[in-house]
């Protein structure tokens, strides 16, 4: 129980900051939508890093929680929030070929093109670790329901 709740936290926290990292690389041409997309991430790497030394240190069993509901509850939520955050972050990929300026004589688009390729990599991550949080909800509402 306490090494398959370690292992989804040691395997989510490393996608949440490839896609933070993927994410701050670029020139966030549209921060309302991608700022929301760094807010999931760093909260969720940080939120996982905490859950992981509580793991650790031992002290889930100093504390007295209910951590398979905490487990699922945050398993549930960070899915909620990731999936949201990929389909913003494929929103923002979505309108590359729009220009930056409207009113400009040059064509300068939202995302350049090396932009454009970090944003379907985030994008895909994105997606992939909103997946992997279903599935570790998933897990998490068999432990608990058990």
């Avoid at 041409?29 to 790497?45: D, I, N, R, S, Y």
């Avoid at 699922?72 to 070929?97: I, K, N, P, W």
């Avoid at 932009?115 to 949080?133: D, G, K, L, P, Q």
């Amino acid at each position: 129980n306490l090494q398959l709740t370690l292992s989804c936290i040691l395997v989510l926290s490393f996608p949440s900051l490839l896609i933070w990292i993927l994410v701050a690389s670029t020139r966030v041409p549209l921060p309302l939508l991608q700022g929301w997309v760094m807010f999931v991430a760093v909260t969720a790497w940080f939120l996982s890093i905490v859950f992981l030394c509580i793991f650790l240190f031992g002290y889930a069993n100093r504390i007295a929680v209910n951590w398979n509901q905490t487990d699922f509850l945050f398993h549930g939520a960070t899915f909620v929030f990731y999936f949201g955050a990929f389909l913003l972050q494929a929103a923002t990929t979505s309108l590359h070929h729009l220009p930056r300026k409207f009113n400009s004589t040059t064509q300068e688009k939202i995302l350049a093109d090396h932009e454009y390729n970090i944003s379907i990599a985030a994008s895909i991550f994105a997606f992939a670790t909103a997946v992997c949080y279903g599935c570790s909800t998933a897990l998490a509402l068999r432990r608990w329901r058990l």
